[in-house]
């Protein structure tokens, strides 16, 4: 038997007016996924713990199985283990977005217009955090270029005892109702706000505005954490795994786990990733050993951030037709007896543009054991026929495995 984890990244949402009342999973033509909910098990499952904030650090460690109330230790820790930094016990480490600010003189009056800086390239982004870098880095703060918006900033043998906001979670908010806070934190907000002078006027970015794009013209400092310590993955599971995914966060958790992890040419993490090359790199890894397969699939979540409600339907059509039906045809067609696990990690409802902690409808599809039951197709409601709710998200593993 083998495994697969469908990961939909922030898939579940609310009734959105604009259409029609319905959810982005109730609007989208997703006939295999469909099919899955109707002939397998469905239920919801809380991924986020009441005393952790709803992350997809959190909620993906939890539909990993590991318990997030033992294993989180940091969202940045999982991403620096990602881009190979090599972190010591006492370093704390910290997300670092590339983000876009308006233009007021005062920082603090600035607002935070996009968290990602128009889903800025890897390959500029480089040349910012070199620049960054270049003006920051001492004895005490490092910075590392990750992926697109998102990368890592070390300060070492910092202080532990920060309020840091998410970017994401205040777009279209002024900056001074979230300055950092608690000891130490008059030095990430000063590099903050010295980080827009370096950046706004950037050969990079002023190459981005003539072609009409955000500039990524400040950072903006998160997600602070300590090095993790996750179980070996094969011990805790007796399965041999591999993670597939774009965003260095999943990766690490993946890395963390002593997974294997696979890079795929074209993923981005958003709407235009390349859905099929996922799907043929989890088909290569069941083939060549591989028990259990994590695919990750970022671009509703960013949808939901970025209030792209066409675009959310239009991601979860995607993942259906390329990556669920494109995999459950290869493997029906070669007689691997498989099972599948679909779901999202935690809702990121649109009208809200950040993560919320409500369960999430999941899906148990096993190819050797097909049901029948009245769901009519895979929705947040649909999934509630069954009354099965799983209260801690970790325990999903278990049961999807025996």
Same mark, same amino acid.
């Given at each position: ?26 609007? $989208?033509?997703?006939?295999? +996924? ?18 952790? %904030?709803?992350?997809?650090? *959190? ?8 318990? !997030? ?10 991403? $620096? ?7 010591? @016990? ?25 968290? %990602? ?11 910012? #955090?070199?620049? &960054? ?8 703060? /490092?910075?590392?270029?990750?992926? %697109? ?17 998410? !970017?994401? @979670? ?14 130490? /934190? ?20 002023? $190459? ?10 400040? +950072?903006? #400092? ?27 966060? +999943?990766?690490? #958790?993946?890395?963390? $786990?002593?997974?294997? *992890?696979?890079? *795929? ?22 083939? @060549? ?11 509703? @979540? ?20 390329? *990556?669920?039906?494109? +995999? ?10 498989? =099972? ?16 919320? =902690? ?5 899906? #148990?599809?096993? /190819? ?6 009245? &769901? ?22 278990? =049961?999807?495995?025996?």
């Amino acid at each position: 038997m083998k495994y697969l984890v469908i990961l939909g990244d922030g898939m579940a949402d609310y009734k959105v007016d604009e259409l029609g009342g319905k959810t982005p999973l109730e609007c $989208a033509h997703k006939p295999c +996924i469909d099919y899955m909910a109707k002939h397998g098990e469905t239920g919801h499952v809380k991924n986020v713990p009441s005393t952790l %904030s709803p992350g997809s650090d *959190v909620a993906n460690l939890a539909a990993m199985g590991y318990d !997030p109330v033992k294993y989180y230790s940091g969202r940045s820790p999982l991403e $620096a283990v990602s881009v190979g930094v090599d972190m010591k @016990d006492t370093d704390i480490i910290f997300r670092c977005n590339l983000v876009t600010v308006s233009d007021e003189e005062d920082y603090a009056e600035k607002t935070v217009v996009d968290h %990602s800086s128009d889903e800025i390239t890897t390959e500029e982004a480089r040349e910012l #955090i070199a620049a &960054v870098n270049e003006a920051f880095a001492d004895d005490k703060f /490092s910075f590392y270029p990750g992926v %697109s918006y998102r990368h890592i900033m070390v300060w070492d043998n910092g202080p532990y005892d920060f309020t840091l906001t998410p !970017p994401h @979670d205040i777009l279209e908010q002024k900056v001074k109702d979230y300055i950092p806070k608690g000891e130490g /934190s008059e030095l990430i907000y000063d590099m903050m706000v010295k980080s827009y002078d370096i950046l706004n006027n950037h050969p990079v970015n002023i $190459a981005r505005a003539e072609r009409g794009l955000r500039k990524a013209n400040s +950072i903006w #400092i998160w997600g602070e954490g300590k090095k993790p310590l996750l179980s070996d993955f094969k011990e805790q599971y007796g399965l041999k795994g591999t993670v597939i995914s774009a965003v260095d966060l +999943i990766k690490g #958790i993946g890395m963390c $786990a002593a997974m294997d *992890v696979v890079e *795929v040419e074209g993923a981005t993490g958003n709407v235009h990733t390349n859905f099929k090359g996922k799907a043929d790199a989890a088909l290569k890894a069941i083939a @060549d050993g591989s028990d259990y397969v994590y695919i990750h699939m970022e671009a509703p @979540d960013e949808c939901g951030h970025r209030h792209e409600i066409e675009n959310k339907v239009k991601s979860i059509e995607l993942i259906d037709e390329k *990556v669920v039906a494109y +995999i459950k045809e290869a493997l029906d067609r070669d007689g691997v007896d498989y =099972r599948m696990l679909i779901l999202p990690d935690h809702p990121t409802p649109l009208k809200l543009r950040t993560h919320t =902690r409500d369960s999430v409808p999941y899906i #148990i599809y096993d /190819s050797t054991d097909e049901k029948t039951n009245d &769901v009519t197709m895979y929705s947040e409601d649909e999934a509630k026929k069954s009354g099965i709710l799983i209260e801690e998200g970790h325990k999903l593993m278990e =049961r999807f495995i025996k």
